[in-house]
């Protein structure tokens, strides 16, 4: 069992940057691959990017691409996602997730989730 819990989520204006930390417990963090998601209200769950067990490989949606960046601390069981260039069409929830493939791009190859942090983007 993996529990993670999400924070840094707030209201910024278009342009502006937030990073959120991810921070997990239960199992031991750098046996899995780590994701972010996000959901919009009324739109399905996003895949935004992902983080391979050591940090060594990356991979990102076209949306989010050169403006977000996910890293992690294997030795505070954080992970992170620092996000720039924010636009209003990057309000939504976004979650942490783990999972044990290592290349996994769809929610359905998540295991355990956070409960989400609100961003809110204003124009």
């Known amino acids: 069992q993996v529990q993670l819990v999400e924070s840094g989520g707030g209201l910024v204006q278009a342009g502006g940057s937030l990073r959120l930390s991810c921070a997990a417990s239960?199992?031991?963090?750098?046996?899995?691959?780590m994701g972010w998601f996000r959901q919009a209200p009324g739109k399905e769950r996003e895949f935004v990017g992902r983080?391979?067990?050591?940090?060594?490989?990356?991979y990102y949606a076209d949306s989010v691409k050169g403006r977000f960046t996910i890293s992690r601390d294997n030795a505070k069981n954080t992970v992170y996602l620092q996000m720039n260039s924010l636009k209003p069409e990057d309000t939504a929830v976004y979650y942490c997730?783990?999972?044990?493939?290592?290349?996994?791009?769809?929610?359905?190859?998540?295991?355990?989730w956070g409960q989400g942090t609100q961003v809110t983007v204003s124009s």
């Open positions: 239960g199992r031991t963090f750098s046996s899995y691959a």
């Open positions: 997730a783990v999972s044990y493939i290592l290349a996994a791009m769809t929610a359905a190859h998540y295991n355990y």
């Open positions: 983080i391979s067990r050591s940090a060594g490989n990356t």
